[in-house]
Structures are given as structure tokens and as C-alpha cells.
């Protein structure tokens, strides 16, 4: 959506002790994009591919794509686990670390991810929240491209990548995330689970975490005795071995053809 047009809405700085994955920006003159994103929620990762292309369709013509990576989960405070999902995931444009929400606050963002356009003068033209809207967030920043290039080229718009993503479409409701331990009793667990600051924890190998659940697909958070991450999943989760940390649930939307 489009702030009213009366405000004046500039970008926030970054703080300057913040860390900084890839090349930190420098001064940027053009339009700027800032994402904020966490590599441990599914709807960041439906969202990524977006993102991606939009580094790389017009950073040549002066867009400055920012994300900002503020953690959901406990193991996301730590630098070299996102270091390890930013390769993985061939992310290149640049990433700045927000383990204690300082940037989030700054920007009084409600969640992830959440998306934030501003023009060549540094003022607010677009915001977003969620999943979607992606032709529309496009749209917006080609309009900031040609106010601050008129003779720029700009190619048509990204096609959906889920069917979800089609304008207009209307989806089914889905499950509500889990999220541990406050959702516990959610859940039906198998053998021994301990409590944790965000996770309950597998005391042995063989405990499992069944639950219900109606959406397109199931994904758990997962962290200890694997690498921390989203994982998919069905309606139940097993440790292969003690000392998993279960830290929530995520579910993604119906998909329009199969919800049919």
C-alpha cells in the first residue's frame, strides 16, 4: 500500500555498530528497498524469490535492495547461522544483522516480513506486510526508478512463482503457527520433552510432537542436534536422536487449484 500522499516519511538509519552480511551500503543516491526478513519463517522464504530478482533486475539502475534480518527464533542471534543461511539461499544483496529489533523498532515493523520503499530523496512510496502484493510492490519501484531516471529501461513485471500469489486470488483459512512452549498443548507428545526458553527439547531419541493441522504444507522449526532452520514436514515430528529442539510450527497458505 501507498502511505497518504501528505506524509513525509523518510528511511531510518541503521545503527552504525550493526553487522553487516555481503557489502555494507555506502552512500546510495537512488531508491531503496528494505526487506525485513527472517531466514527461520516459511513466508520469508515464499517471499525471497521476489526479493532476489528485484536485486538483480534493477540494482544496475540504481535500486538498493536492504535486508534486514531480525530473528524470530533464539538460534537466529547468532551471526554465523545467518551467515550460513544468507550462502545457502544465494541471497547478494546486502543484509544487515538485527539480533535485538533495534532496526525494527526504528521502523515500528509489526512482522515478518514486512517491506518498506523508499524513493531518491529518502521518502516512504510504498509499504507491505506479509506475503503478496509483489506485481504491485514491483509496479512501485519502477515509478521510483523513472523519478529518479526517466530514460531508464525497465522490463515487465515478475510473473507469480505460487499460484497463491495470483492478484485477486481468495484463499482458505489455514491453521494458526505454533509456537513453543506457549502452543504445547497443541501438541501430543511421545516420550520425554523439555521446556526451553523458545523449544521444548527431545530427551531421547524417539520422542515425537504429533499435531492437526489445515493448510498447503507443514513446516517445524528445528535447531540442536540439527542445523537451526525451517524444515517440511507432515503431522508429526521425530527426534532421530536427543537433544532436537522443537521451536514451533509454520504453515503455508492453500493452494487455490488444490484448495478447489
Known amino acids: 500500500m501507498r502511505p497518504p500522499s501528505e506524509a513525509e516519511i523518510h528511511a531510518p538509519e541503521f545503527p552504525r555498530h550493526l553487522d553487516w552480511l555481503n557489502v555494507a551500503p555506502r552512500a546510495h543516491k537512488g ?12 513466508n520469508s522464504l ?18 538498493l535492495v536492504v535486508g534486514v534480518h531480525t530473528p524470530g527464533y533464539s538460534f537466529g542471534r547468532d551471526p554465523e547461522v545467518v551467515a550460513e543461511a544468507v550462502e545457502r539461499l544465494e541471497i547478494h544483496h546486502p543484509v544487515v544483522l538485527d539480533p535485538d529489533f533495534e532496526v525494527w523498532r526504528r521502523y515500528g515493523n509489526p512482522g515478518w516480513p514486512g517491506r518498506y520503499l523508499f524513493d531518491h530523496a529518502a521518502r516512504l512510496v510504498h509499504l507491505h506486510y506479509g506475503e503478496g502484493e509483489y506485481r504491485e510492490t514491483e509496479l512501485a519501484v519502477q515509478e521510483a526508478l523513472a523519478g529518479f531516471d526517466p530514460e531508464t529501461a525497465l522490463p515487465e513485471p515478475l510473473e507469480p512463482v505460487h499460484p497463491e500469489d495470483e492478484p485477486g486470488v481468495l484463499l482458505e483459512p489455514q491453521t494458526a503457527d505454533l509456537r513453543l512452549p506457549a502452543d504445547r498443548e497443541r501438541l501430543e507428545l511421545v516420550r520425554d520433552w523439555i ?31 540439527v542445523r537451526p532452520g525451517l524444515y517440511e514436514t507432515g503431522d508429526t515430528v521425530v527426534a532421530d536422536s536427543p537433544g532436537l529442539r522443537l521451536h514451533g510450527v509454520q504453515f503455508t497458505p492453500i493452494s487455490p487449484v488444490d484448495g478447489s
Open 31 to 42: 531508491p531503496m528497498l528494505v526487506e525485513f526478513w527472517d531466514h527461520a519463517r516459511v
Open 46 to 63: 515464499r517471499t525471497l524469490p521476489y526479493v532476489r530478482a528485484w536485486h538483480e533486475r534493477y540494482t544496475d539502475r540504481g535500486l
Open 195 to 225: 521446556e526451553g526458553e523458545d523449544y521444548l527439547e527431545a530427551s531421547d531419541a524417539g520422542a515425537a510432537a504429533s499435531f492437526s493441522y489445515a493448510a498447503g504444507g507443514a513446516w517445524a522449526v528445528l535447531s540442536g542436534s
